[in-house]
């Protein structure tokens, strides 16, 4: 069974700029759940989605966003980049009732 | 007060060793509790998931939850060079919840 994927694995993206980052999750789960990683921070929710809508949405500005497709792939989004956006952003898909399965993440380096 | 406190590390252990790994929490409606295994560069890797209080085992691992004093633990024995990773702690209310994680405790298992 394929597991969770990420794409791009790497960005480099300038101050200012937008960017869209996609998850495939586990076929057959449809919940998708976006976490961002810093060294500072460790790992912090930024939102889940269930069958296209928005569940939760944790503690971010609200240049996060996200979306989820009828086939359950999910895209998030930043706009207006700040450097301190630089993370490993992490996508989740999981089975009720807690279990969460990642992918590898997407580094994404904004200069 | 974090709501999951976990100790940073570095920790290094012998090949061979038990290793105990530990979070504590502050909120006790908590149900479930998680141990993740991140190499770097990876996302995590889920180990062990545990509902309320007990203990779960799975190999050489073990997973404790002691909901009265707010504590979990993970037991890994016979340690591996290849155990060598990033281990966090994550708990959740249940019911599509989000994930809250501890920083991780970064494990070296020298061979």
């Known amino acids: 069974k394929a597991g969770v994927t990420q794409t791009p694995r790497y960005l480099i993206k300038t101050r200012g700029q937008q960017v869209t980052l996609s998850c495939s999750p586990i076929?057959?789960?449809?919940?998708v759940s976006w976490y961002q990683q810093t060294p500072g921070q460790g790992l912090q929710f930024l939102f889940e989605?269930?069958?296209?809508?928005?569940?939760n949405k944790g503690n971010f500005p609200g240049r996060f966003s996200g979306r989820q497709f009828s086939n359950s792939r999910s895209e998030m989004n930043v706009s207006t980049l700040e450097l301190g956006d630089s993370a490993l952003y992490l996508c989740?898909?999981?089975?009720?009732?807690?279990?969460?399965?990642f992918g590898q993440g997407t580094r994404l380096t904004v200069v | 007060q974090k709501e999951v406190e976990q100790d940073p590390g570095p920790l290094s252990v012998p090949e061979g060793a038990i290793v105990s790994l530990n979070c504590t929490y502050s909120?006790?409606?908590?149900?479930?509790f998680m141990w993740y295994r991140q190499y770097s560069r990876k996302g995590p890797e889920l180990l062990m998931y545990?509902?309320?209080?007990g203990n779960k085992e799975d190999g050489r691992f073990t997973a404790q939850v002691d909901k009265s004093s707010k504590y979990i633990s993970l037991f890994i024995r016979d340690s591996q060079p290849s155990d060598s990773a990033t281990y966090l702690c994550?708990?959740?209310?249940?019911?599509?919840?989000?994930?809250?994680f501890g920083k991780g405790t970064r494990l070296s298992v020298i061979a």
């Open positions: 909120n006790s409606a908590f149900q479930y």
């Open positions: 989740a898909s999981s089975l009720p009732p807690a279990e969460a399965f």
């Open positions: 076929s057959g789960h449809r919940s």
């Open positions: 989605y269930f069958s296209e809508t928005q569940r």
């Open positions: 545990t509902y309320s209080s």
């Open positions: 994550a708990m959740s209310f249940g019911g599509n919840t989000p994930l809250v």
